[in-house]
T-cell receptor, first 115, second 110 residues
Framework: DARVTQTPRDKVTEMGQEVTMRCQPI?????VFWYRQTMMQGLELLAY????????DSGMPKDRFSAEMPDATLATLKIQPSEPRDSAVYFC?????????????FGPGTRLLVL | EDKVVQSPLSLVVHEGDTVTLNCSYE??????LLWYKQEKKAPTFLFML????IEKKSGRLSSILDKKELFSILNITATQTGDSAVYLC??????????FGTGTRLKVLA
């Protein structure tokens, strides 16, 4: 049963620390998305990649967030330095095809709490 | 500014009831509208709609899009407690840019 995996599942850190979240997309999927979900803002698209190339990261705060895909099996989202307002659930999703829309599968999320 | 608005924000019904969830949108360069179900963790895909007036159906769930009036509805008939979840609507603006609504929280009582 193919699924997107994310690590860590939960992360508690102090303000100013670096946070790295990892995602393993479903094998063969060529599109990867990073989302952030909060009670106030709902689900927001942060960045997405196709064939490992970043297509758009306009949803990310540029000064502290960065997203990469070092290879086809790993996507990372880093926050440095972290701030309390970054507390949220971060989802990775992967998809396949020209649109990747119908097959966009979400991972279980990383719940981040920045104190 | 692009926006996706869902209503109602929350809904409590009894098993067997039929519910209708609404999603209205204002976005530039609309490509598609998607519905997701989110229980405790990650959203799971329900439907993708791109054309007006064509109903998509899966079991007791169905959805339709009106591109003229800029809205979509998600219907659930004969609701069950397992339908309790947050239902999210997302609009694809341009390619791959998804804007999500804040969701409708549905609670189905036994």
């Amino acid at each position: 049963d193919a699924r997107v995996t994310q690590t860590p599942r939960d992360k508690v850190t102090e303000m100013g620390q670096e946070v790295t979240m990892r995602c393993q997309p479903i094998l063969g999927h060529n599109t990867v998305f990073w989302y952030r979900q909060t009670m106030m803002q709902g689900l927001e698209l942060l960045a997405y990649f196709r064939n490992r190339a970043p297509l758009d990261d306009s949803g990310m705060p540029k000064d502290r967030f960065s997203a990469e895909m070092p290879d086809a099996t790993l996507a990372t989202l880093k926050i440095q330095p972290s701030e309390p307002r970054d507390s949220a659930v971060y989802f990775c999703a992967s998809g396949l095809g020209t649109g990747g829309r119908e097959t966009q599968y979400f991972g279980p999320g990383t719940r981040l709490l920045v104190l | 500014e692009d926006k996706v608005v869902q209503s109602p924000l929350s809904l409590v019904v009894h098993e067997g009831d039929t519910v209708t969830l609404n999603c209205s949108y204002e976005v530039t360069n609309f490509r598609s509208l998607l519905w997701y179900k989110q229980e405790k963790k990650a959203p799971t895909f329900l439907f993708m709609l791109t054309s007006s007036g064509i109903e998509k159906k899966s079991g007791r769930l169905s959805s339709i899009l009106d591109k003229k009036e800029l809205f979509s509805i998600l219907n659930i008939t004969a609701t069950q407690t397992g339908d309790s979840a947050v239902y999210l609507c997302a609009v694809e603006r341009g390619t791959y840019k998804y804007i999500f609504g804040t969701g409708t929280r549905l609670k189905v009582l036994a």
